[in-house]
């Protein structure tokens, strides 16, 4: 596997599962073919921006500089946060779900699927009703409270 491929599949991997240990990691990626060293999965991990979930302790791929740059930005556009057993809506000022979804899609939250934006409206659609309330409390943490 190439290391283009591999970081492809750590991507993936970290994106769609709970990743709790780089042991976890290499696992998932031997199911995959690509039998990697701690060292260069660790490497590997840096290169991405791989870090521990805070609270959490899974790993997810994260986008600091980004992060940083929208967080004031979305702090002052989110209006209010509303959930279902299912879907969590964000209402934001008119013309602003974009950024505030591009916010929560950098973020790599493992339990949020994706975000759906239309003009003042976001949809959130957590990875599974169990996940709906961790998602939640996740969302108000970083969009109400500007919590890092």
Excluded: W
């Excluded at 750590?10 to 290499?26: A, F, P, Y």
């Excluded at 995959?32 to 921006?49: F, I, N, P, Y």
């Excluded at 967080?71 to 809506?89: F, K």
């Excluded at 974009?98 to 339990?111: A, K, L, S, Y």
Aim: charged share 25%.
């Amino acid at each position: 596997m190439t290391k283009q491929a591999r970081l492809y599949a750590i991507r993936e991997i970290i994106s769609t599962r709970r990743i709790g240990s780089q042991d976890d990691l290499r696992v998932e990626l031997r199911k995959r073919g690509c039998d990697v060293t701690q060292a260069t999965l660790s490497r590997d991990m840096k290169e991405l921006g791989v870090s521990r979930i805070a609270g959490g302790g899974d790993y997810a791929l994260q986008a600091p500089d980004e992060v940083r740059a929208l967080r004031p930005l979305v702090n002052a556009e989110v209006l209010s946060i509303d959930a279902n057993e299912s879907m969590i809506v964000v209402h934001t000022l008119p013309g602003c779900a974009n950024t505030v979804g591009e916010f929560i899609d950098v973020q790599r939250h493992p339990d949020v699927i994706g975000t759906v934006a239309g003009d003042n409206t976001l949809l959130i659609i957590p990875g599974s009703q169990k996940k709906t309330a961790q998602v939640l409390q996740f969302l108000k943490n970083k969009l109400i409270e500007g919590q890092e």
